[in-house]
């Protein structure tokens, strides 16, 4: 292949991906068909397979591409104290969830962005994942299976700045080890339930709750 035709290849696989976070946006993930993407960009539905053999691959790719410009979007607001980053980070999610809430859905529980995550321990000791590991039927991967599974450096850039910052903190705090990912546990959970209802329009996001909610999750007893 030449250095022009892997050049329009590289573009016409953003156009598709592209297309993909449009739909999402407009119907949900669910309703993401290749066919629907490639009319989309006006491409041919075989030619849509040469850059993704079916709907779980592209909405891998969709999924990840979302997370990396989540993670542009955020980078610019972390602060020389974590509690900051992550304060901030989480506003900036509920809001994207009032504006955008099927993206935000599809961020949070699409197939794309949990279903290669291995189970970790606490999802098995808790059951979640069910007695043969994976996601649990409802097709969720739950949040302790998010927080602590092993996954390919750098895939999920939006997660790995979060893991970041929940790092820094913890480190700053002088807690232990362990503390690190039960605190990405119960603040992870929070943003994604919280997050989940203003999508909805169950709620709308209140600043104030929401630092409440943070300042007392910084207080769970790590012995539990």
Not at 87 to 95: A, Q, R, S, V, W
Not at 179 to 201: C, D, H, K, T
Not at 208 to 224: C, H, K, P, Q, S
Request: hydrophobic letters at 40%; glycine letters at 10%.
């Amino acid at each position: 292949m030449t250095n022009s035709q892997d050049g329009r290849s590289t573009q016409t696989r953003r156009r598709l991906i592209d297309a993909a976070i449009g739909l999402v946006d407009q119907s949900g993930w669910e309703s993401v068909t290749l066919k629907a993407v490639a009319h989309e960009c006006g491409v041919s539905a075989p030619a849509s397979y040469k850059h993704f053999p079916n709907k779980a691959a592209l909405l891998k790719a969709t999924g990840m591409e979302m997370s990396t410009r989540l993670a542009r979007a955020c980078e610019p607001l972390v602060d020389a104290d974590p509690r900051n980053s992550l304060i901030g980070m989480g506003k900036f999610i509920l809001t994207f969830a009032g504006r955008h809430p099927r993206l935000l859905e599809f961020v949070m529980f699409g197939p794309g962005n949990t279903a290669d995550l291995p189970r970790t321990r606490e999802a098995g000791r808790s059951g979640a994942a069910g007695e043969a590991g994976g996601a649990p039927a409802s097709g969720r991967a739950p949040a302790c299976q998010l927080a602590s599974a092993p996954r390919e450096a750098g895939a999920y850039p939006f997660l790995d700045l979060v893991r970041r910052e929940v790092a820094r903190l913890t480190a700053l705090q002088g807690r232990p080890p362990e503390a690190e990912n039960r605190f990405f546990i119960a603040m992870w959970s929070f943003v994604q339930g919280y997050s989940a209802l203003v999508a909805a329009g169950a709620t709308s996001f209140d600043d104030g709750f929401f630092r409440a909610a943070f300042t007392a999750l910084l207080t769970i007893d790590e012995r539990t």
